[in-house]
C-alpha cells in the first residue's frame, strides 16, 4: 500500500518559483523510481519528470532546464523545485512511483494545485 501526500503548491506570478514536497510513505521507497506528474484542466495527466532509486533523472521537454527533482531517502521525500514558471505549467501536480505502465496506477494522492497568472 501507498501513501502519497503532496504539499507546495500556490499561485504564482510567471516567471516565478514553487517547490513542491511529496511525503510517500511505501515499500522499498529507496529502490523506487518517483515521479511527478500534472493534469492541466480538460487534459490527461501525463509525466513531468522522474527520478531512479539511483538518482538519475529525466524531463519533459516542456520543463527540462525550468524544474529540478531530488529525493531524500532517508525521509520518504521527493521535491519539485520549479523556476521560471509559465502560464501552461498551472494543473493539478502529483507524485507517484514511475514505471512504463504509469497510467495504470489506482493509487494516486490528492496532488497539489499550482496556478501561473498575473
Known amino acids: 500500500q501507498v501513501q502519497l501526500v503532496e504539499s507546495g503548491g500556490g499561485l504564482v506570478q510567471p516567471g516565478g518559483s514553487l517547490r513542491l514536497s511529496c511525503l510517500a510513505d511505501?515499500?522499498?521507497?529507496?529502490?523506487?523510481?518517483m515521479g511527478w506528474y500534472r493534469q492541466a484542466p480538460g487534459k490527461q495527466r501525463d509525466v513531468v519528470t522522474f527520478?531512479?532509486?539511483?538518482?538519475?533523472?529525466h524531463y519533459a521537454d516542456s520543463v527540462r532546464g525550468r524544474f529540478t527533482i531530488s529525493r531524500d531517502n532517508a525521509k520518504k521525500m521527493v521535491y519539485l523545485q520549479m523556476n521560471s514558471l509559465k502560464p501552461e505549467d498551472t494543473a493539478v501536480y502529483y507524485c507517484?512511483?514511475?514505471?512504463?505502465?504509469?497510467?495504470?496506477?489506482?493509487?494516486w494522492g490528492q496532488g497539489t494545485q499550482v496556478t501561473v497568472s498575473s
Open positions: 511505501m515499500f522499498d521507497f529507496r529502490g523506487s523510481a
Open positions: 527520478i531512479t532509486g539511483d538518482y538519475a533523472t
Open positions: 507517484n512511483q514511475y514505471q512504463p505502465q504509469w497510467r495504470r496506477f489506482g493509487s
